[in-house]
Structures are given as structure tokens and as C-alpha cells.
């Protein structure tokens, strides 16, 4: 595609095997080599290729800047975007390093490589498009707009729009359903990891409010 670098295909995914804990979203993947996963075919194991496995490796959590404090927000070409929660973020490219993801701001959303690509069309996809971004729990960074207060389950429902822009057009996903993990549900969740263009999936922690750790994964599933 023009205008973006598009990764080499040289790993598969296995799994996201943890994430964040005490308020911010740390994603740990493990890899295999080979090809990547082709396309949903209607085989009854869509990841035959991956198989499920623990981080080799945490990087260690972020933490939240002072109170007041104003953290820059990185440029990119590529946004995603929720206009009825007027959620606004760049993306960028995130290649996991030592088996795990940890995106490198709280002011961003990343894209998972090597998986599907953000793109200008929908009939572009050849993949699903995986993005993770932080959350903290104070509505102010990442996906902190997806989650209602207090834990009281997401702010997305089947039907919502979720854009993504680059510099070659607009693709609109329309949100089909949220789903909620635990920690170690994520890796042998094959219905996340089925390789199916057109889809884009939005992975970040569930926060429980009240400075409580957390325990699941929210997952959202959207569709072009």
C-alpha cells in the first residue's frame, strides 16, 4: 500500500498471554516463527499455525505522569477514531521485542505487526488489524475512553463506528461486540486470533475503578 511500511511476514501470533495490571496496559505476546496465519477458510482451528505460549518477558509498566503534567502526543499519518466518544488517536507501528508489547506512550494507539496493516479501502485488508493502546483508569490517555466509569463495562455497543484514517482514505469498521477476558482466557481465544480481513480488533485492559488491579482483557470486535 502507498504511503505506509508494510512489515515482513515473518512471524505468526500465538498469543497475548498477560496484560496490564494496577491501571495501565501492558501486552505480552508470544511469537513463532513461520509464515503467518492465512485468511479464515473455515477451518475449525484458525491458528493451527500458532500455538499458545507465555512471554519470554515483561517490560516493565508505565507509570502516570504528575498530576497537571501534559504529555506529548507522537505524529502520525494514521488515526483511529470514535466519534460519538470523540476519541482521537494517532497510530503507529509496534513490533513486539522479546515476546511482548509495550506500547511506548499513553498518548497513542499502536498497530500489532506483522498482522494486517491499517489501509485506505476495505477491500485493501488481507488480515485482521490488531490495535492495543494503554489505559489507566482516569479517562485522560489510550483507550480510557472505551470503558465506562467505575467499571461498569464498556462504552462501546454493537452498531458503534470505529474509523481508521491514513493519508490514502478512511476505512469505517462498525463495532459487531465487546468481550472480556481474564488474564489467561486471552491465549487460547481463537476467535481473536482468526486471521479475517476486514476486521479490526482493539485489545486493552478492563479497568475496575477504584485504583483496583486489573483482571481482564477488553476486547472489541468490529467489522467493515
Known amino acids: ?8 511476514r515473518r512471524s505468526a501470533v500465538t498469543a497475548i498471554a498477560a496484560l496490564g495490571v494496577a491501571g495501565a496496559t501492558l501486552i505480552a505476546v508470544g511469537l513463532a516463527d513461520g509464515d503467518q496465519p492465512a485468511a479464515a477458510t473455515g477451518s475449525a482451528d484458525p491458528v493451527a499455525a500458532a500455538t499458545a505460549a507465555p512471554p519470554h518477558d515483561e517490560p516493565p509498566q508505565p507509570t502516570l505522569p504528575p498530576e ?30 522479546r515476546g511482548a508489547i509495550d506500547p511506548p506512550t499513553l498518548t497513542a494507539a499502536y498497530w500489532i505487526e506483522p498482522y494486517g496493516d491499517p489501509v485506505g479501502a476495505a477491500a485493501e485488508s488481507d488480515n485482521t488489524l490488531y490495535l492495543a493502546a494503554h489505559s489507566t483508569g482516569t479517562g485522560k490517555y489510550g483507550f480510557d475512553p472505551l470503558m465506562a466509569p467505575e467499571g461498569r463495562g464498556s462504552t462501546l455497543a454493537a452498531g458503534d463506528v470505529v474509523e481508521v484514517s491514513t493519508p490514502e482514505g478512511t476505512v469505517r469498521y462498525t463495532v459487531e461486540r465487546t468481550e472480556r477476558y481474564a488474564k489467561g482466557e486471552l491465549p487460547g ?36
Open 189 to 224: 481465544a481463537t476467535e481473536v486470533w482468526e486471521a479475517s480481513p476486514g476486521r479490526l480488533v482493539l485489545i486493552t485492559c478492563f479497568q475496575r475503578g477504584g485504583g483496583r488491579n486489573s483482571t481482564e482483557n477488553l476486547v472489541v470486535f468490529a467489522e467493515s
Open 68 to 97: 497537571g503534567t501534559v504529555l506529548p502526543t507522537p505524529h502520525s499519518d494514521v488515526h483511529v477514531t470514535v466519534p460519538a466518544l470523540g476519541m482521537d488517536l494517532p497510530v503507529l507501528p509496534v513490533t513486539p521485542r
Open 1 to 8: 500500500m502507498r504511503g505506509l511500511t508494510r512489515p515482513g
